[in-house]
């Protein structure tokens, strides 16, 4: 057994270590699925509280200190009240406040678009360094178009049968029209 090999094992996985907490970690594109493990609205409006969603699913992307997050949980609780009221509003606070914990290894806690972990131990709350802005700053603009796109996919104040309502409507016009001749 060579004893030089166990005497080197400490500084090798110093080493290592150091390596490993030193790369700058790469955000992910920004993705977003609504109100991510719960309703974006009402029967009646289905994506009625669905753009706090998504505004909050970009804080939580990004990630950063726990003020932040605790700003951006009041924030989706204050716009879900502005659209439904209070009851909801509480629910959904409180959820997040539990299942958004960055310390959960999910799809949807704070920080999702960086790796989990940060080195060797979970990313937690961080603030990104000016490596890590960089990367945020560059990918906002496709956030932000993401996020657009999102909305003129899932409007707000659509009830499901109101295209049914236009297309029967439509329907019964063109049936009244006589062919030219």
Avoid at 43 to 66: M, T
Avoid at 79 to 103: D, E, F, I, Q, T
Avoid at 133 to 145: F, K, N
Avoid at 149 to 172: E, V
Wanted: glycine letters at 8%; aromatic letters at 12%.
């Amino acid at each position: 057994m060579d004893v030089h090999l166990f005497m080197r094992a400490p500084g090798l996985l110093t080493l290592l270590f150091i390596a490993s907490t030193s790369q700058a970690s790469n955000l992910k594109p920004f993705a977003t699925d609504g109100c991510s493990m719960w309703i974006d609205g009402t029967i009646e409006q289905p994506n009625l509280w669905r753009h706090c969603c998504v505004a909050h699913d970009l804080d939580y992307w990004q990630g950063g200190s726990e003020a932040q997050r605790k700003k951006s949980d009041e924030n989706i609780q204050a716009c879900v009240k502005a659209a439904l009221g209070p009851g909801m509003a509480n629910y959904m606070y409180s959820n997040v406040r539990w299942g958004g914990s960055p310390y959960w290894m999910s799809t949807y806690r704070w920080g999702y678009g960086w790796d989990y972990l940060d080195g060797l131990w979970p990313r937690g709350y961080k603030l990104p360094t000016p490596e890590e802005q960089a990367q945020i700053d560059q990918w906002l603009p496709a956030a932000h178009q993401l996020i657009l796109d999102d909305a003129l996919k899932n409007p707000p104040f659509t009830s499901p049968t109101s295209s049914i309502r236009r297309s029967s409507t439509a329907s019964s016009a063109a049936s009244n029209v006589s062919p030219a001749k």
